[in-house]
């Protein structure tokens, strides 16, 4: 057992002395219940002098403290294999990865890269990052190389997600959330949205979460969780289920992104039923409203072109929606979410809950005069909640 594991210390002190390090990751600890998850190793250059700066990634916290090279290996020495199983050593012609199993046995492998790669000595300040794309989930969801890079099919949709983290960090931090903050997010689909809602709460806002991804295909939800029991994720689980099945018993902020159709007024339903603080939708594929202006036979000037049909539908679908939260007592806020290079599907809907339970009639009126304007004999929303415009 000994033996690998100081055969590896030798390669990481060797890597460190002929400036071949690029970085190194230690990951499943060795204690379940250690609040230590993984640790993250990169060379830096502060004030001319060579040093190597750890990012302890804590359940709640990242800390990052910097050492010299003899220092470093005297705390290797202390975590493989006490508190880490698993290490790899990324140099840049190598990648050298050291296993050690429940029972004590480690073994190493050794695998040559193809890639051209260079040491980065910047110092990375990581806890002003809102998302880490170090952090092991992104790999194993398919986002980043091993080594904590993005991948170039992937640099748009990461650029979605960061901006998507920006938004709902400026939209709970001026929340009054007292204790664990329960959260759904609806129509999950693969986790990226649900992962960084995650990140951002628990890395960097230092929340304590119950967040539920529900998602309706069952092999997706198997392998969403696996991710999640392996980098023992706490507070973080997918259920299976429909956005219409789904009820939960307390519900701080619902997120219901791309959910198609009326799957996104079931989520909006849900949230509003539940009493949410916070309710945040983009919507996508606006089929109910787009169908029933087209079976009416009701055109103008502008819904006669079947281009302008589909942004007509898409308008109002979400202005009834706005519209129905405003009279459950919400604040609503219709805003972009990222540009349109990136993605059509780019309207955010936003509900605040206030403590006003308005049920103004004019905004019921509002509806109803939309609704006769274009034909339209019932919003799904209305029928989500039985509300009678």
Known sequence: MYENIEKFLSRVSKSAEQSTLVKMTLSKP????????NLYVKPVLIKEKRLFAFTYHYEHRDEVK????????????????????????????????????????????TKKVQECREQNLEHDKQKNRLINPANPWWY????????GKITADMQHKFKQIYKYAEIVESLIKPMKLNGTVHIADMGAEKGYLTFALYEL????????????????????VLKINEIINSN?????????????????????????????NTATD???????????????????????????????????????????????????????????????????QIMEFIEMEHT??????????????TKDQKILQQIEDLKTRYGIERHYLEAALDLNC
């Open 30 to 37: 060795a204690q379940k219940r250690d609040e230590l998850r």
């Open 66 to 109: 910097n050492y010299d090279a003899a220092q470093m290996l005297d705390i290797l020495k202390e975590m493989l294999p006490s508190r880490f199983l698993n290490a790899v050593l990324f140099t840049v012609s190598e990648d050298v990865t050291l296993l050690v199993s429940r029972k004590g046995k480690a073994t190493i492998q």
């Open 140 to 147: 194993q969801l398919g986002l980043t190389t091993r080594e």
């Open 201 to 220: 709460l628990t890395q960097r806002l230092n929340m304590p979460v119950d967040i539920k991804g529900v998602e309706i295909r069952p092999d997706l």
């Open 232 to 260: 023992h994720l706490k507070g973080l689980e997918f259920v299976e289920s429909s956005i219409q099945d789904f009820h939960p018993e307390k519900l701080d902020v619902l997120i219901a992104l791309h959910a198609c």
């Open 266 to 332: 079931d989520a909006i339903a849900s949230g509003i039923k539940a009493g949410a603080e916070l309710i945040v939708c983009a919507p996508c594929c606006h089929k109910q409203i787009r169908q029933e202006m087209e079976r009416s036979g009701k055109v103008d000037a502008i819904t006669r072109y079947g281009i302008f049909l589909e942004r007509q539908a898409v308008m109002i679908t979400d202005t009834i929606r706005a519209l129905i939260l405003e009279y459950f007592g919400y604040k609503t």
């Open 344 to 357: 059509p599907k780019n309207v955010l809907l936003v509900g605040r809950r206030t403590p006003k339970n």
